[in-house]
């Protein structure tokens, strides 16, 4: 999985999140867990959760960006904690999960978690067309009056003329005009001073000694 997040995440590189990317996204998903469930050899099981795991970046940025986008800025730092205290919930459940059918003498002891792995991916495929979609998508793709009108209706009660709202539109298309001048880099500048070297080496161990802490395999022991 690990591996897939990373081919995902420098196939995303540059891409504003949208709700077509949390579709696609739910999509793979839910396909990699029909092929963990039907794997019948070790390596079938490999390239799914690899396939698994092609979807993490893009979930993970696309909904947590939308979720910052839509909710009030009031109401902004509680939405967003409650995505990322989320895991914790699914990880609850998939340790009770796994807890309870490890009994199970038969490959049903592992394909009955896999096959759940769909559930969650179902239910966000099918309530993802009730979600507006993200004013920054919207503004990068010249649809200027709908991110306009989706910003009035969530953050100004649908009040066209909050000085909030035309503040707010103002500083989307400045920074996205800043942001889109920046992505024509190539990701080759990445490595070519030694600053920038050095940069992407303290973020790129930054990410890998997160996860050799010990933190996930603690909290995953103490469920």
Avoid at 4 to 12: K, M, N, P
Avoid at 15 to 28: A, D, G, L, Y
Avoid at 71 to 94: C, D, H, I, M, W
Wanted: hydrophobic letters at 40%.
């Amino acid at each position: 999985m690990v591996i897939g997040a990373l081919i995902q995440g420098l196939s995303v590189h540059g891409k504003q999140p949208s709700r077509k990317n949390c579709t696609i996204t739910v999509q793979r998903r839910s396909g990699a867990s029909r092929k963990l469930i039907n794997s019948v050899a070790v390596g079938q099981y490999i390239v799914a959760r690899l396939i698994l795991g092609f979807g993490i970046p893009t979930c993970i940025v696309s909904a947590s960006s939308l979720i910052g986008e839509l909710s009030y800025p009031k109401e902004r730092p509680v939405l967003t904690s409650l995505f990322n205290v989320s895991y914790f919930v699914g990880q609850l459940l998939a340790a009770g999960i796994t807890f309870g059918t490890n009994n199970i003498m038969s490959n049903y002891a592992w394909r009955i978690p896999s096959w759940l792995q769909m559930v969650p991916s179902l239910v966000q495929l099918t309530f993802i067309f009730f979600v507006p979609e993200s004013p920054r998508w919207l503004i990068t793709k010249k649809r200027h009056e709908e991110a306009f009108e989706i910003l009035a209706k969530y953050h100004a009660e649908g009040d066209r003329e909050s000085p909030f709202v035309k503040a707010e539109f103002a500083q989307l298309q400045t920074t996205i005009s800043i942001e889109l001048e920046h992505s024509k880099k190539s990701m080759v500048d990445l490595v070519r001073t030694s600053g920038n070297r050095r940069r992407l080496l303290i973020s790129t161990m930054l990410g890998l000694f997160t996860q050799w802490s010990g933190n996930t395999r603690m909290s995953t022991i103490a469920c």
